[in-house]
């Protein structure tokens, strides 16, 4: 059965420097989304991309944020400058499409610990 | 803007009696209603979905949930637990815009099965 893989599955960092977290989403898949978990919360919206560019976002996603898919199959979410509260599991889903066709596939995550 | 409630952070049952997790939600517009599992150290399984029509929809490992309009809810039951049900339960929300919206998650109800 096809996945959303994610790499790595655990990223330390130093405050202040950026991060790259990885996703291949399931290949037919058309939209790509970005959430996260902070410990202890609960899962949150970041980011939806369409056609290589961003459709939505959420307040959490500001300049600090950007994603991108820079192949026919990775996207990428890059966090520049990480602060201490970006530590966090990372996840990447896909979807087919939307509407009735909106089933998000969700990847395993990336766990991000930022010292 | 939409919101989800999960009531009871945490749920304890014993193996082979019912299994009810609740869920509320409010949306402004028809809502797309998910549950997905998360099971120790792995992303988020779907279970089930509801779109539109039948309001009673089955998932997979013999959990089933109900919409219920009236009272916003769509509550998640299994007839009988099963010690491999042990995980985190997500309840999430969307709406039906045809965009590519983020989930909006409830904060979670872990489930704990007694022997």
């Known amino acids: 059965e096809p996945e959303v893989t994610q790499t790595p599955s655990h990223q330390v960092t130093q405050m202040g420097q950026e991060v790259i977290l990885r996703c291949v989403p399931i290949s037919n898949h058309l939209y790509f989304y970005w959430y996260r978990q902070i410990l202890g919360q609960k899962v949150e919206f970041l980011v939806s991309f369409y056609n290589n560019e961003i459709s939505e976002k959420s307040e959490i996603f500001d300049d600090q944020f950007s994603v991108e898919r820079p192949d026919g199959s990775n996207f990428t979410l890059k966090i520049r400058s990480t602060k201490l509260e970006d530590s966090a599991m990372y996840f990447c889903a896909s979807s087919w499409g939307t509407g009735e066709s909106e089933t998000q596939y969700f990847g395993p995550g990336t766990r991000l610990l930022v010292l | 803007a939409q919101s989800v409630t999960q009531l009871g952070s945490h749920v304890s049952v014993s193996e082979g009696a019912l299994v009810l997790l609740r869920c509320n939600y409010s949306s402004s517009v028809p809502p797309y209603l998910f549950w997905y599992v998360q099971y120790p150290n792995q992303g988020l399984q779907l279970l089930l979905k509801y779109t539109t029509g039948a309001t009673l929809v089955k998932g997979i490992n013999g959990f089933e949930a109900e919409f219920k309009k009236s009272e916003t809810s769509f509550h998640l039951t299994k007839p009988s637990a099963h010690m491999s049900d042990a995980a985190e339960y997500f309840c999430?929300?969307?709406?039906?815009?045809?965009?590519?919206?983020?989930?909006?998650f409830g904060k979670g109800t872990h489930l704990i099965i007694q022997p």
């Open positions: 999430a929300v969307s709406t039906s815009g045809g965009g590519a919206d983020g989930l909006t």
